[in-house]
């Protein structure tokens, strides 16, 4: 059976390639203890390069590959959702950024993406204590969006969002960005929406101004070497996260996975997401007679407890989310992770942003 992996492989605005890499791992492993059912899963790739143009056609690409499911990371999710639903092929989304993961029949996401983990990182902090938060989004469709989101967060969770100070991608010096959110005297926490390259000087800019607070962000904005680059910042860094990463033991078969099959890549979230995906794929079709899409999709569909180990939450794909405008996001619990001398420790159990 065929799982083909869509992302922006490489590209020169975005590139994640170990989102092939934790599928590949993921799927070593499986089929080292025999496959699905005597059957090998075989992974294929296909690089949408970050452009809507070729996320189509790696959509295509799934079609007459006849792939029992596609998964990855899908910046263009019309481009993948619409062609692979005529065709009855599910997707697995792994860090879902578009609102066709939440709508789309064909859709069964490992978790909410962005749609969590802003919400999430805004309730943590305003439940730690911090009330006055700041919102600071880059200058693009999607900081617009995901600020929003954590502004939503923020509000929902009975704290008050003080102002958004908006930054340009790339600054050089993000001291104006900081000195604007910390004007009044009264911000208790800012939340980052910006890019993984300028978050460091956003931190670094924090410290400077001799900001006490705490700083929360999404994971994805805060990799492991973003993460080792403010390690002797010594501030607050919280961040929400739709899995347990390394060192916590939860992803300790993920991380033995990886060293074993994919040893040169990077362990993080996205590929995190993807060696999930493979296994949620394993556990659905795990004792079933046929491994075509269709069948998955059926399998899929009933699944109210499947289990993908510890590193995600138990998912059930048979009743809505609790998002009404996006009712096939049925997983929306996220991880609060602290950064410590420049590494990931999480600091609790999976909590719902959207709990009351």
Same mark, same amino acid.
């Given at each position: 059976? !065929?799982? #083909?992996?869509?992302?922006?492989?490489?590209?020169?605005?975005?590139?994640?390639?170990?989102? #092939?890499?934790?599928?590949?791992?993921?799927?070593?492993? +499986?089929?080292?203890?025999? =496959? +699905?059912? /005597? !059957?090998?899963?075989?992974?294929?790739?296909?690089?949408?390069?970050?452009?809507?143009?070729?996320?189509?056609?790696?959509?295509?690409?799934?079609?007459?590959?006849?792939?029992?499911?596609?998964? =990855?990371?899908?910046?263009?999710?019309?481009?993948?959702?619409?062609?692979?639903?005529?065709? =009855? @092929?599910?997707? @697995?989304?792994?860090?879902?950024?578009? &609102?066709?993961?939440?709508?789309?029949?064909?859709?069964?996401?490992?978790?909410?993406?962005?749609?969590?983990?802003? &919400?999430?990182?805004?309730?943590?902090?305003?439940? !730690?204590?911090?009330?006055?938060?700041?919102?600071?989004?880059?200058?693009?469709?999607?900081?617009?969006?995901?600020?929003? #989101?954590?502004?939503?967060? *923020?509000?929902?969770? /009975?704290?008050?969002?003080?102002?958004?100070?908006?930054?340009?991608?790339?600054?050089?010096?993000?001291?104006?960005?900081?000195?604007?959110?910390?004007?009044?005297?009264?911000?208790?926490?800012? +939340?980052?929406?910006?890019?993984?390259?300028?978050?460091?000087?956003?931190?670094?800019?924090?410290?400077?101004?001799?900001?006490?607070?705490?700083?929360?962000?999404?994971?994805?904005?805060?990799?492991?070497?973003?993460?080792?680059?403010?390690?002797?910042?010594?501030?607050?860094?919280?961040?929400?996260?739709?899995?347990?990463? &390394?060192?916590?033991?939860?992803?300790?078969?993920?991380?033995?996975?990886?060293?074993?099959?994919?040893?040169?890549?990077?362990?993080?979230?996205?590929?995190?997401?993807?060696?999930?995906?493979?296994?949620?794929?394993?556990?659905?079709?795990?004792?079933?007679?046929?491994?075509?899409?269709?069948?998955?999709?059926?399998? #899929?569909?009933?699944?109210?407890?499947?289990?993908?180990?510890?590193?995600?939450?138990?998912?059930?794909?048979?009743?809505?989310?609790?998002?009404?405008?996006?009712?096939?996001?049925?997983?929306?619990?996220?991880?609060?992770?602290? @950064? *410590?001398?420049?590494?990931?420790?999480?600091?609790?159990?999976?909590?719902? &942003?959207?709990?009351?």
């Amino acid at each position: 059976m !065929k799982i #083909l992996v869509s992302a922006p492989l490489s590209s020169p605005a975005f590139s994640i390639p170990q989102v #092939l890499s934790g599928a590949k791992a993921a799927a070593a492993a +499986i089929n080292a203890t025999g =496959g +699905i059912g /005597g !059957k090998n899963i075989e992974i294929i790739s296909c690089n949408d390069q970050a452009n809507p143009n070729q996320a189509a056609q790696c959509a295509q690409t799934a079609v007459s590959e006849k792939v029992s499911a596609v998964t =990855g990371l899908f910046l263009f999710g019309p481009q993948i959702f619409d062609t692979t639903k005529a065709a =009855g @092929i599910p997707v @697995i989304d792994t860090q879902p950024v578009s &609102p066709s993961s939440g709508t789309s029949p064909n859709s069964f996401p490992m978790n909410a993406g962005t749609f969590s983990v802003y &919400p999430g990182v805004a309730r943590y902090l305003v439940e !730690k204590g911090d009330k006055n938060i700041v919102v600071v989004p880059v200058n693009n469709a999607a900081g617009d969006f995901n600020g929003k #989101l954590a502004a939503q967060g *923020v509000t929902a969770a /009975g704290g008050t969002v003080v102002r958004t100070v908006t930054t340009q991608a790339g600054a050089p010096d993000y001291a104006p960005y900081v000195h604007q959110a910390l004007e009044g005297g009264n911000t208790q926490a800012m +939340i980052y929406v910006g890019t993984p390259e300028d978050f460091p000087k956003f931190v670094l800019a924090a410290k400077q101004a001799n900001f006490t607070g705490h700083i929360g962000a999404s994971i994805g904005q805060v990799p492991p070497a973003v993460a080792q680059a403010t390690k002797d910042s010594g501030m607050g860094v919280f961040v929400a996260s739709n899995y347990y990463l &390394p060192p916590s033991p939860q992803s300790n078969v993920f991380a033995a996975d990886m060293a074993k099959y994919e040893p040169s890549s990077s362990i993080d979230t996205f590929s995190a997401g993807s060696w999930a995906a493979v296994h949620a794929v394993y556990a659905a079709l795990k004792g079933k007679s046929s491994t075509d899409a269709k069948a998955l999709t059926a399998a #899929l569909s009933s699944s109210s407890a499947l289990a993908v180990g510890e590193m995600v939450p138990v998912l059930d794909f048979t009743k809505a989310g609790p998002l009404p405008d996006f009712p096939r996001l049925t997983n929306v619990d996220v991880v609060p992770i602290h @950064i *410590v001398n420049g590494g990931y420790d999480a600091t609790g159990a999976f909590f719902s &942003p959207f709990a009351r």
